[in-house]
């Protein structure tokens, strides 16, 4: 007789039908028990195994994430069991402080094998599956991540049979014989919901890791609210493709919206391709049956070299702190353990190494109460490096774009007061100087944010294209480049003098201004990981007389073609737009391109000479 509840699917199976409790019982003491992962944690198994009147000893539940799973009250946990846990979700949390769970910093790309090899010992596993096809087979729904590996080691496997759980493609599926036990539950599949932004300093963070996605670019959109923000700026993009470890419901718009076309991947074109989804229910209804999505056990997603191959691969994630040098504290943060080493690693070392790839860590610039920098001159006792300085590459906070990847300890430390919190520079600065990664002279002058809304794509008139971006001090070591290409006669119609190079202190007055008064603008080539640097323009403003002094270097075989013109007009727009009234120029009188420059920028030009030097003066109209 089949009990009235069972579902007509699971009618062919009656044999390896149990209650939650009567599986329960099946644990004996001193097992491993695995448990399955985050929005498909078999929550009514976890339950039935506390709520045990005897519970088994020395029993060790094993896992990745468990969305609010394991029973806590408030800061104490209420388990009763020892957890290994790989990644410290809020509710395993208090569990960790009290001793109760291991936590294990590994990526969790490498989980698999050590299962295989029986260092993390598994002896029965418990997860959640859909109902099975015709053909016996269920498949692991929105979670797939390492739950292979653990049923390859398990000895007693059971699952909680949802039909509510989706259908996910890829190699998702399970044949029942594999499965010793099943336990029907008909509850919704967790939803799981970042929690909404109305910060505004994430809303700048996500437009910043947005202007670096191009069209055609593969993305890893980490867990974390950051991350998953920025795919709200990118519903201007083209063909964008998913090679991820997770997927939110972020995706869901650009999804709708035709943009997730995937078809500049360079593996599984058109795919999404995933380990597990954390969403909510219209997340798991677009997945079910639905042969867009691919899912991979979490090895398969992480092979470095699939990560490295993709065309264009971007990998976002989030970081608690950072140190001057740049070395990225994700797990463990002011003494406490929040996520985990997850595939952050794997994916941002992948993205470095694809063509045309971008390693991104995003992080807000303070804490939440604004009271502490979470750029450090150095990481607090109780902070853990995850990733190690020599693997960052774009760093965001909501201050600007700071990119590090090969430059050095001086300048990833100047590079990174730049987008600190404008309240904790000058401490950073003197720290810095105090620690010797900054020269004692070091200024800085901007207590902006980096104002990527001035960027400008230009094009000159022999066809190239440059990018026209305000200067940032970080600029100097591609500033004095820019001036060791200059030949004699330009350094002296520039500078007036014939110097053999720039100190520190020159340099920066080319790129390190405050944005009020001084403003520097820079003309660059090429991708902005390797960018050149082909023409500077900057103005000082005498605010008794409104009018700016401009100065201008373009190189040399860049000479001719209009950027000195554009640099103007850029220039201008930027000066008329704070009400500036004009600008003055000091030209020596053999230099005719500048004084065309200048004669040329608007119909009000006046121009006196003395003995030495033209003085050009521009009213803008
Ligand atoms: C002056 C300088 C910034 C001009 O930049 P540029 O990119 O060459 O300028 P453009 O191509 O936009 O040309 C600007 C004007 O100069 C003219 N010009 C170009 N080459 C010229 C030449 N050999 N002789 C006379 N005029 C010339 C152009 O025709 C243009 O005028 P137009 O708009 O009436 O045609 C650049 O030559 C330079 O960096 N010089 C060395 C540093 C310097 O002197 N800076 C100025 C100190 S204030």
């Not at 650009?254 to 078809?263: D, H, Y």
């Not at 992480?302 to 191959?309: D, K, Q, T, V």
């Not at 690693?345 to 939440?368: H, N, Q, V």
């Not at 082909?534 to 700016?548: E, I, K, M, R, W």
């Amino acid at each position: 007789m089949l009990e009235p509840a069972l579902h007509p699917a699971l009618a062919p199976y009656q044999d390896k039908i149990i209650s939650a409790a009567n599986a329960a019982k099946l644990i004996r003491p001193g097992q491993h028990v695995f448990v399955g992962t985050a929005c498909a944690t078999p929550r009514t198994l976890v339950a039935a195994l506390e709520n045990l009147p005897n519970p088994p000893d020395d029993v060790e539940l094993v896992h990745f994430i468990t969305t609010d799973a394991v029973p806590h009250r408030e800061r104490w946990s209420a388990t009763h069991y020892r957890h290994r846990t790989f990644f410290v979700s809020s509710d395993i949390r208090a569990a960790v402080k009290q001793g109760l769970a291991e936590y294990v910093p590994i990526s969790i790309a490498q989980i698999p094998k050590l299962m295989a090899l029986g260092r993390i010992p598994i002896d029965v596993a418990l997860i959640q599956v859909s109902l099975p096809d015709e053909f016996g087979y269920v498949s692991l729904g929105i979670s797939v991540d390492v739950i292979p590996a653990a049923l390859e080691r398990a000895t007693r496997v059971i699952a909680e049979v949802n039909p509510l759980m989706p259908r996910s493609m890829g190699y998702s599926t399970v044949h029942l014989s594999q499965i010793h036990h099943l336990t029907p539950v008909d509850t919704p599949v967790t939803e799981y919901l970042h929690p909404a932004v109305k910060v505004e300093a994430v809303e700048r963070i996500a437009r910043y890791i947005a202007s670096l996605i191009e069209d055609g670019s593969t993305l890893h959109i980490g867990l974390g609210r950051i991350p998953n923000e920025a795919l709200k700026y990118l519903e201007d993009r083209r063909d964008l493709g998913i090679h991820s470890d997770v997927i939110t419901d972020a995706i869901i718009p650009l999804l709708e919206k035709g943009i997730l076309t995937g078809r500049k991947k360079t593996d599984q074109r058109g795919k999404i391709v995933t380990s597990f989804a954390i969403g909510n229910r219209r997340l798991y209804d677009i997945i079910n049956s639905n042969p867009l999505f691919f899912f991979e056990p979490i090895d398969m997603v992480c092979r470095p070299n699939m990560i490295a191959s993709q065309h264009k691969m971007v990998s976002v994630t989030q970081a608690f702190a950072m140190d001057l040098t740049g070395q990225v504290c994700s797990d463990q943060f002011e003494g406490e353990y929040y996520g985990g080493v997850a595939a952050q690693g794997e994916f941002l070392r992948g993205a470095a190494r694809s063509p045309g790839g971008k390693p991104i860590i995003c992080l807000l610039s303070t804490t939440d109460d604004g009271e502490t920098s979470r750029i450090r001159s150095a990481l607090h006792a109780g902070e853990g490096v995850v990733i190690p300085r020599a693997d960052v590459h774009y760093v965001i906070t909501e201050y600007g774009i700071a990119y590090l990847f090969g430059k050095s300890i001086r300048e990833r430390a100047i590079a990174l007061i730049e987008v600190a919190h404008p309240k904790f520079r000058a401490w950073l600065l003197e720290e810095a100087k105090r620690l010797g990664y900054a020269p004692t002279d070091q200024r800085l002058e901007n207590l902006h944010a980096y104002p990527v809304e001035e960027e400008r794509t230009l094009t000159l008139k022999n066809g190239r294209a440059v990018l026209v971006r305000p200067a940032t001090s970080s600029d100097a070591a591609a500033i004095r480049e820019l001036f060791h290409h200059l030949s004699k006669n330009d350094v002296y119609t520039r500078f007036f003098q014939r110097v053999q190079g720039l100190s520190n202190r020159e340099v920066q007055r080319l790129c390190n201004l405050n944005y009020e008064t001084e403003v520097a603008f820079i003309a660059t080539t090429g991708p902005r990981e390797h960018e050149q640097i082909v023409g500077q323009a900057c103005y000082f403003l005498n605010p008794s007389t409104n009018l700016a002094e401009t100065a201008f270097i373009v190189e040399p075989s860049w000479q001719g073609s209009g950027l000195g013109s554009a640099l103007q007009r850029r220039l201008m727009e930027h000066a008329k737009a704070r009400g500036i009234r004009g600008f003055i120029a000091e030209i020596l009188p053999e230099n005719k391109k500048m004084i065309s420059l200048a004669k040329n920028c608007c119909d009000h030009v006046a121009t006196e000479r003395d003995e030495e030097t033209l003085h050009v003066t521009m009213i803008f109209g």
